[in-house]
Nanobody, 123 residues
Framework: QVQLVESGGGLVQAGGSLRLSCAAS????????MGWFRQAPGKEREFIAAITWSDNTEHADSVKGRFTISRDNAKNTVYLQMNRLKPEDTAVYYC?????????????????WGQGTQVTVSS
């Protein structure tokens, strides 16, 4: 069993930065691939980034070059550094964990989910 708790969301002006954190419980955290998704009002939940235990990463085209996913296995924590934020980045951001070690971009590939943290970018 894995429990995920996100933090770090908030209100920021366009062009600003935020770092989201996802604290995970569970002794097998380091073996799971982890991901970040987001969901804006009226839209589907979309893939943002994912990372394996060995730090292989993948980022969605919409955030590539602006967002960076990372993890600290010693702290059981995954991060999402978000730079040059845009109003269209406004959404609830969710941390998720697979039960496998490989990267996946589909929502259905993730088994555990956090409660989400709100990110609002003002213009």
């Amino acid at each position: 069993q894995v429990q995920l708790v996100e933090s770090g969301g908030g209100l920021v002006q366009a062009g600003g930065s935020l770092r989201l954190s996802c604290a995970a419980s569970g002794r097998t955290f380091s073996s799971y691939a982890m991901g970040w998704f987001r969901q804006a009002p009226g839209k589907e939940r979309e893939f943002i980034a994912a990372i394996t235990w060995s730090d292989n990463t993948e980022h969605a085209d919409s955030v590539k070059g602006r967002f960076t996913i990372s993890r600290d296995n010693a702290k059981n924590t995954v991060y999402l550094q978000m730079n040059r934020l845009k109003p269209e980045d406004t959404a609830v951001y969710y941390c998720a964990a697979r039960r496998f070690s490989t990267i996946a971009t589909m929502r259905s590939a993730y088994y555990y989910w956090g409660q989400g943290t709100q990110v609002t970018v003002s213009s």
